[in-house]
């Protein structure tokens, strides 16, 4: 069984903090992918990265950052110099590399950020 | 424009009255699945398919059916909705299953039951 956890439920901050998402997954796969996704007020889901799980490079997109630590299980988000816009909840997520292909999402972590 | 296309977008109904949401992309992807979301619990996989034909029960598919008899479609049916299947929907395609290929989704199905 796979299981992905969100602990933060509600994160509210002022613009131009830095916010970090927490995310920690159980898996017993050797090869899995871990994502993480965006959901605005308006509702849609949007990709944000894909990690393979022999790759824990951390990697850096503009004002976002993901840290991959495959000796604690988690897959950390960070949006730093935190914008209005970037108020959404944020899903992480797991999937196996096999034929079996189930995504498990964690419960979602709601940012708020106030101008 | 490549999109996952779902309707309706908002949808009110009584309980045991059958009814059908659509879901087809324009990508010719292989692998569509159907999560429903709720405060708290994240979005859970209803079903999914690998590919024309085939289909699987996801997390919690009571309550549910679906069908892919066309690659590009792949309707979510409740045969007799009750309250508790009060949520936002969601489908989704992506290329190919298990290779980590990221979700396109649809913009959601709002569905009411009374």
């Known amino acids: 069984a796979q299981k992905v956890t969100q602990a933060q439920t509600e994160i509210s901050v002022v613009e131009k903090e830095d916010v970090t998402l927490d995310c920690v997954y159980e898996?017993?796969?050797?090869?899995?992918?871990l994502f993480w996704y965006k959901q605005p007020p308006s509702g849609e889901l949007v990709f944000l990265i894909r990690?393979?799980?022999?790759?824990?490079q951390n990697e850096i997109s503009g004002r976002y950052s993901w840290n991959f630590q495959k000796s604690t299980s988690s897959f950390n988000f960070t949006i730093t110099a935190s914008q209005v816009v970037d108020s959404a909840v944020y899903f992480c997520?797991?999937?196996?590399?096999?034929?079996?292909?189930?995504?498990?999402f964690g419960a979602g972590t709601t940012v708020t950020v106030r101008a | 424009e490549a999109q996952v296309t779902q309707n309706p977008r908002y949808l009110i109904t009584v309980t045991g009255k059958k009814l059908t949401v659509t879901c087809s992309q324009n990508?010719?992807?292989?692998?569509m699945s159907w999560y429903r979301q709720d405060p708290g619990l994240g979005l859970r996989q209803i079903y999914y398919?690998?590919?024309?034909?085939?289909?699987d029960k996801g997390d919690v598919p009571e309550g549910y059916k679906v069908s892919r008899k066309e690659k590009r479609n792949f309707p979510l049916i409740l045969e007799s909705p009750s309250p508790n299947q009060t949520s936002l929907y969601f489908c989704?395609?992506?290329?190919?299953?298990?290779?980590?290929?990221?979700?396109?989704f649809g913009n959601g199905t709002r569905l009411t039951v009374t």
């Open positions: 989704a395609s992506s290329p190919l299953a298990g290779e980590g290929s990221p979700l396109h």
């Open positions: 898996t017993r796969d050797t090869t899995y992918y």
């Open positions: 990690r393979n799980s022999f790759d824990e």
């Open positions: 997520a797991l999937s196996p590399s096999s034929n079996d292909y189930k995504l498990s």
């Open positions: 990508m010719n992807h292989e692998y």
């Open positions: 398919s690998m590919n024309v034909e085939a289909t």
